[in-house]
């Protein structure tokens, strides 16, 4: 029977790829989801840049300029981090993970399809709020798009590395309130949209540690000086290094 399966199965590309759309269609029809990742950081963006409520020095680039990086890095802490995070806890406590890690797709395919439905749902958020940004003045330096590119790719092996590692550890509820919390916390001061070194004192010399304040400024970098920020680029590398290790050592699938 065994072999019988594996000879009739799908390729092993085609069986990620459709476990990657399966999940990808789940985020993008869940209204809670959707609020979280697209509403949200859209919303955040016409608030940053048409007012002054949140006093920022934007270093002489227009504050749709300045604040767009600071939204695309939330959008992938938002998708690769919270949405992964607490899907992935809720899907292990039913046992959903247990039992298509014993399917054709396998642990490695399950993980695989994972990563590629977190780069599809941030294809969708950058086109949407690249789009909204772009309506408002954004004008960011072509020259920066490859290294803006390899900063989200960064970020988002940081961040999902970080999702199964909490999704692997923690009870669902736990996920749920760390998840959420962690965000809000990284949103504000972590660096992600006010830059570490406009964070006061001892917040701002912690911020530059944290993968949201790399990733923030990597873009920042890139979208407004068409510069590679070889600094947090490292930081994010190493994050994602040690990370990773932690949820392969410490990840329960049931």
């Given at each position: ?11 092993a ?12 269609r ?26 002054s ?17 600071g ?41 695989a ?13 950058v ?6 940004a772009l ?10 798009l ?47 949209i ?59 699938w049931?």
């Amino acid at each position: 029977m065994t072999g019988q399966t594996a000879a009739t199965a799908a390729p092993a590309w085609r069986r990620v790829v459709a476990q990657a759309l399966f999940e990808a269609r789940l985020v993008l029809r869940n209204g809670e989801q959707l609020l979280v990742t697209l509403v949200l950081p859209a919303l955040l963006l016409v608030g940053l840049a048409r007012t002054s409520v949140v006093a920022l020095d934007t270093q002489g680039a227009t504050r749709v300029d300045f604040v767009t990086p600071g939204i695309l890095a939330l959008a992938v802490m938002s998708t690769a981090f919270t949405s992964q995070a607490i899907a992935t806890s809720f899907d292990r406590r039913n046992g959903v993970l247990r039992l298509l890690a014993t399917t054709p797709l396998g642990r490695r395919g399950l993980l695989a399809g994972k990563v590629v439905a977190v780069l599809a749902v941030e294809v969708v958020q950058v086109v949407v709020l690249g789009t909204v940004a772009l309506a408002l003045g954004w004008r960011p330096d072509v020259a920066g798009l490859g290294p803006a590119l390899l900063a989200l790719l960064l970020g988002t092996a940081a961040f999902t590395s970080l999702a199964l590692l909490v999704a692997g550890v923690l009870r669902p509820e736990a996920v749920l309130a760390v998840a959420n919390l962690l965000l809000v916390l990284l949103t504000v001061a972590g660096g992600a949209i006010v830059p570490a070194l406009q964070l006061p004192g001892p917040l701002g010399d912690l911020a530059r540690l944290l993968p949201s304040a790399a990733l923030g400024e990597a873009l920042r970098a890139a979208l407004l000086d068409g510069t590679v920020a070889t600094g947090p680029l490292l930081v994010l590398g190493a994050w994602t290094a040690v990370l990773a290790w932690g949820a392969a050592r410490l990840f329960r699938w049931s």
